[in-house]
């Protein structure tokens, strides 16, 4: 827009200003023209009057057809008569007298004391040379005026043609960028899960090879996210059945072995026994969400009553819980996700944080936001990102756990339309953010 808002005004300029000066300069030659034409007739005029009435200057003056509030001017035996009452002689300047006295034509533009413009053309009389001069002089009033209106136009022709020109570089740049905007918004789009997202061409051969390869590009994305969701989803179903008959034989086992270094090794394997159980969970979880075949169960929930429930099933009821008045008291979720993701963010505190120091709830008229806060050192910024990948755990193998909880957190809010995010705890250590929408996703 700028672009083609500056070219404009450029040659609109240029434009304008070449005719300005071509016009002008020619009313003005045409108006000294004229003007000499009728000073060279009326100066014929009074010397022939003069020829015949040497002793009535201002007689023979009278003869001169000035134009109108134009005057003239005689100087016969070193005096001057005007044809006006206002006109005077000192508007004359001393070299054009010079020149009329030397016996040669003279043409001059002049300023009179009322400010106003005058084409004086003056004219040595025949009758005698040298010191019968004639003067006339012709307002310049009505050149000023059309000048002036020709100026004016042409700057608001210029002004007319920017502004043109910015709409023009308007249109031609968003009819260039509507192709890139609908490719962003598609990415955009993708980028949020939308996998069934393809372009347009709308006909134009240039973008048809953009085009295609863009879908190209999304269609070998989805075939991949899809296959690799399939792997994971098949792989886990599969690992249940052996699972399940791991689980049924060391329930048989616990009943026969009493001894010491059995039941020992038997702890050991139901430890493992339900973090693979738990592991498998959380794998056909994200699978089913990256699928796209997880579906919403969506219940009226009072956000305060759901944060008790969830604390009170992991036996963490002294986790101080805090309502502030924007937040909502009731809003439509799916109480079986959101609890997860508060026992996940609740138990990646008392596992990686120190323990959960509190559980807030704020928001505003767009969303509800729960907030848990941890006595942990903090997560550094270049590092939040990290912590929601699948498998991410901390530097100590000994902590418990699958890497999967805040992968899964992040799915089950995201289903949601919402998103979660760390920042820093008012009181040190690491803030967990999430924020659902209040109202509920299509």
Do not use: K
């Amino acid at each position: 827009m700028v672009a083609f808002g500056g070219l404009a005004f450029l040659v609109s300029a240029l434009i304008a200003v070449v005719c300005f000066e071509i016009t002008r300069s020619t009313l003005i030659r045409q108006r000294e023209r004229v003007a000499e034409r009728q000073a060279f007739v009326n100066a014929r005029a009074v010397d022939n009057a003069l020829t015949s009435a040497p002793d009535a200057p201002a007689q023979a003056l009278a003869d001169a057809q000035t134009s109108a509030q134009g005057f003239a001017l005689l100087r016969a035996d070193g005096e001057w008569t005007s044809s006006s009452v206002t006109g005077e002689a000192s508007v004359v300047p001393a070299a054009m007298i010079d020149l009329l006295e030397g016996g040669d034509v003279a043409r001059q533009r002049v300023r009179t004391a009322t400010g106003s413009v005058v084409v004086a053309v003056g004219v040595p009389l025949a009758s005698a040379p040298g010191d019968t001069l004639y003067v006339e002089l012709v307002p310049m009033g009505d050149v000023s005026a059309s000048i002036n209106r020709i100026r004016q136009g042409l700057l608001l022709t210029a002004m007319v043609t920017t502004l043109a020109g910015v709409l023009a570089g308007r249109w031609a740049s968003g009819r260039i960028l509507q192709p890139v905007s609908r490719t962003a918004e598609a990415a955009n789009l993708i980028s949020a899960g939308a996998l069934d997202r393809r372009l347009e061409s709308d006909g134009d051969a240039d973008l048809e090879p953009l085009v295609q390869s863009f879908n190209r590009m999304v269609d070998g994305l989805q075939e991949r996210i899809e296959r690799e969701a399939r792997f994971a989803s098949d792989v886990s179903h599969e690992l249940r059945t052996p699972l399940a008959s791991m689980l049924a034989a060391l329930s048989v086992a616990r009943r026969r072995v009493q001894e010491p270094a059995g039941v020992e090794a038997l702890d050991l394997l139901q430890t493992e026994s339900d973090r693979f159980t738990r592991l498998l969970t959380d794998l056909l979880e994200i699978s089913r969400v990256e699928a796209g075949v997880a579906e919403l169960s969506l219940a009226p929930v009072q956000p305060r009553q759901l944060v008790d429930e969830v604390l009170a099933s992991i036996d963490r009821t002294d986790v101080p819980v805090v309502v502030e008045p924007s937040a909502a008291t009731r809003v439509q979720l799916d109480p079986r996700r959101i609890g997860q993701v508060l026992v996940n963010l609740v138990q990646n505190a008392d596992n990686y944080g120190g323990g959960a120091t509190e559980v807030r709830l704020n928001g505003d008229r767009e969303v509800l936001r729960f907030l848990v806060d941890d006595a942990g050192p903090g997560i550094a910024p270049a590092e939040r990102e990290h912590v929601f990948e699948r498998f991410a755990r901390g530097a100590d193998p000994s902590v418990p756990g699958t890497g999967l909880g805040l992968a899964l957190v992040q799915e089950h809010v995201r289903l949601h339309g919402g998103s979660v995010r760390i920042d820093d705890a008012p009181a040190g250590g690491a803030r967990f953010v999430v924020e659902l929408p209040r109202e509920p996703v299509a």
